[in-house]
């Protein structure tokens, strides 16, 4: 049976981890993570997200990409348009994964925002365990993070920090593409 990505990330924390001669306690104490988490992590039943695998990266000095050698199946590494994943998150919200390893913590996506109603507005909040990254490729978006409303117009960009409650919708009359990580 094939290992999955996080599987075999899992298995390069837990080498990493021996190899240093570390327990899993000062692991949790140098990287911040809680020590049930990483157990979790090194037998494969939790996924380490971006910031998480760069603090372990950090903790042990060695790159990001170590996480993901030898474990990239070339033949997947082109996405042709017709081939991507997507997820109906609502009848106005389209998202298109970018890669066809759903399980990678790195998940570009394209989010395709119809127009909404006044009463649509803001109608689903968001909290990420990761912070999250939004570019805006087309249209406008207005997005609310806690209490505070901003637009954004093409090519800006918003980081919104992990656990922060955030909110979004397209108050225009044409569709509003965005790019997240």
């Not at 001669?21 to 020590?35: H, N, Y």
């Amino acid at each position: 049976m094939e290992e999955t990505l996080h599987q075999a990330v899992g298995s390069k924390v837990k080498n990493l981890r021996l190899k240093a001669g570390l327990t899993l306690k000062q692991v949790a104490e140098k990287t911040d993570l809680s020590l049930g988490f990483l157990s979790q992590v090194e037998r494969g039943k939790a996924t380490l997200g971006t910031n998480s695998m760069v603090r372990v990266a950090q903790a042990f000095g060695v790159p990001i990409s170590y996480f993901f050698e030898s474990s990239i199946n070339t033949e997947d590494i082109v996405i042709r348009s017709f081939e991507r994943p997507f997820l109906q998150i609502s009848s106005s919200c389209i998202q298109y994964y970018l890669c066809k390893d759903l399980e990678n913590p790195i998940r570009p996506i394209v989010t395709e925002l119809l127009p909404c109603d006044a009463e649509e507005q803001f109608a689903s909040s968001f909290c990420h365990a990761d912070e999250e990254f939004i570019y805006v490729l087309e249209g406008a978006l207005t997005i609310r993070v806690n209490d505070t409303v901003y637009t954004l117009f093409p090519q800006d960009c918003i980081r919104i920090p992990a656990n922060v409650e955030h909110a979004w919708c397209n108050k225009t009359n044409h569709i509003t593409k965005l790019l997240s990580f």
